[in-house]
């Protein structure tokens, strides 16, 4: 960081670095499923040749909403998606969380799938010493049911389709 106490900012120009992430897949979450958090998507940086550097994010997904019943049913699909990053690979730290949230009703008797996307932005300046930073993108499962008066019911979310990318800029 030594060589930027003595840059003067005002004849300068701002350096940039774009980094595409890498997806991972998909994960099918279900009532009955083992619903573990899934890592959908990540995304390394090394601005440690940049000034004081301001990271933005940007992330999206696709979610596959499908419901199936015999007789009318309501369901509903609650997704938590948690960005983290990681710096030179200590513990990572929690940066924000954003909900998916998806109610269907089906009133008659069959199957209805809709798949929708999601996603956020999030900015931070950094401040950790050596800028090599993982962020990387949790989805953990709140809910996902459905009631049917018969019981004959699916309900089922797949996340997919995970997208990161990293713009920094410095300040």
């Not at 940086?45 to 301001?54: E, G, N, R, Y």
């Not at 709140?142 to 990161?164: D, L």
Request: hydrophobic share 35%; glycine share 8%; proline share 4%.
């Amino acid at each position: 960081m030594e060589h930027c106490d003595v840059i003067d900012y005002s004849i300068r120009e701002k350096k940039t670095l774009l980094e595409c992430g890498e997806g991972n897949g998909s994960r099918t979450f279900t009532p009955l499923s083992n619903n573990q958090p899934f890592q959908i998507a990540n995304v390394t940086i090394d601005a440690s040749k940049l000034c004081h550097p301001i990271v933005n994010i940007e992330f999206s997904s696709a979610v596959k909403f499908e419901i199936a019943s015999e007789m009318g049913v309501s369901g509903i699909v609650r997704l938590r998606y948690e960005l983290f990053s990681s710096c030179d690979g200590r513990e990572p730290l929690s940066l924000g969380v954003w909900l998916f949230q998806k109610l269907t009703t089906l009133s008659v008797g069959g199957t209805r799938s809709e798949t929708t996307s999601f996603g956020f932005d999030f900015c931070e300046c950094l401040t950790c010493c050596s800028r090599c930073i993982e962020y990387f993108v949790l989805v953990n499962p709140i809910q996902v049911e459905a009631t049917s008066p018969s019981g004959a019911n699916e309900v089922k979310a797949t996340t997919s389709n995970g997208r990161m990318a990293a713009l920094v800029q410095e300040k």
